[in-house]
């Protein structure tokens, strides 16, 4: 497992220095000369889209070029995938999406249709953390209770996620891996079944993003406890971190964007820089705040060291909870 981890960073790596060795692409004068595609592995309405057209609108305006957002479906985004890889690395196709396709997908698939090593990062757009809820079955109201509840009774709680391998998985699974815990894991399709789920009692305890249990939390139908980041959200600095009990713990989800390597280094700073300029503007971190994420830009070498960071955090939980690729 480890090798392959070691693989995976190497072959990131690989084609972070590819684009600035003297075989890349050269960049042109007039970039963006053309329509520039922002290219979203998951259907609308989801995060990664809904952060791809707020990006998009301001990219356009700044760049003074046309930014379209398209929607590829098929294949887990495997097949938008493997069309970026396959046209020339000029910045024109740009990938739009969680980290997943590179950190946990080569775990949770024996056969990729795309090569990691095809993709290099080009800038965060944005941190999505996910809240760990529990249904009032679970007598605990903290982070603290939960656990020691569940070491009280083995097997007893039950915990939904949006299915096998996804961040709501395997932040459940790191916790469970650290304090030794007893809970069975029911996977859902999706957050539209496991909410649901959670609220009637089906499940006792998931990871969510806030949105979805906003109802529930005004509601009083759950009880959010802790959250999945490396640090408490500035939205809420109420709910505890789940790394103030576990160090280094950080399964929050990224979004962010990716480049067909071999794109010319000052095509992946250029829109690097717009993106954190963007993150920074007073709109951007109002509509981010309104679907419950935070907006977060970085260059290019910064986001790729945090996707390595996050291939060894997924690594280390998938060996511990034996998860096998299908």
Do not use: W
């Amino acid at each position: 497992m480890r090798a392959l981890a070691s693989k995976q960073i190497a072959l990131i790596g690989v084609a972070t220095f590819a684009l600035i060795g003297p075989g890349s692409a050269q960049p042109r004068d007039d970039y963006p000369s053309q329509t520039l595609k922002l290219i979203v592995l998951f259907a609308a309405g989801g995060l990664p889209d809904t952060v791809a057209r707020i990006v998009a609108t301001s990219l356009q305006t700044r760049l003074k070029q046309t930014v379209v957002v398209e929607n590829r479906l098929g294949s887990g985004g495997g097949m938008a995938a493997v069309a970026v890889a396959s046209v020339p690395p000029d910045g024109y196709q740009l990938i739009v999406t969680d980290n997943s396709f590179l950190s946990t997908n080569p775990y949770l698939y024996k056969q990729l249709p795309y090569n990691p090593k095809d993709f290099v990062t080009v800038a965060q757009v944005a941190n999505a953390p996910l809240f760990l809820a529990l249904h009032p079955k679970v007598p605990a109201k903290t982070m603290n209770e939960l656990i020691d509840y569940a070491r009280g009774n083995p097997g007893k709680i039950d915990y939904g996620s949006s299915g096998v391998g996804t961040m709501h998985h395997l932040s459940m699974e790191a916790i469970k891996a650290h304090f030794k815990l007893d809970m069975a894991h029911i996977p859902f399709r999706g957050t539209g079944q496991s909410v649901p789920a959670l609220l009637g009692g089906h499940v006792g305890a998931l990871f969510s993003a806030y949105p979805s249990l906003g109802g529930g939390v005004e509601s009083k139908q759950v009880t959010i406890v802790a959250e999945n980041g490396a640090r408490r959200s500035p939205q809420f600095p109420d709910v505890p971190a789940v790394a103030e009990l576990i160090p280094g713990f950080d399964f929050a989800s990224r979004i962010g964007i990716f480049a067909r390597a071999g794109t010319p280094a000052s095509v992946l700073n250029l829109i690097s820089a717009h993106v954190m300029a963007i993150a920074n503007e007073a709109d951007t971190i109002s509509r981010f705040s309104a679907v419950g994420i935070e907006a977060a830009g970085s260059r290019p070498d910064e986001f790729r060291k945090v996707l390595e960071e996050e291939i060894l955090r997924v690594e280390t939980t998938v060996k511990a909870a034996g998860i096998e690729p299908q």
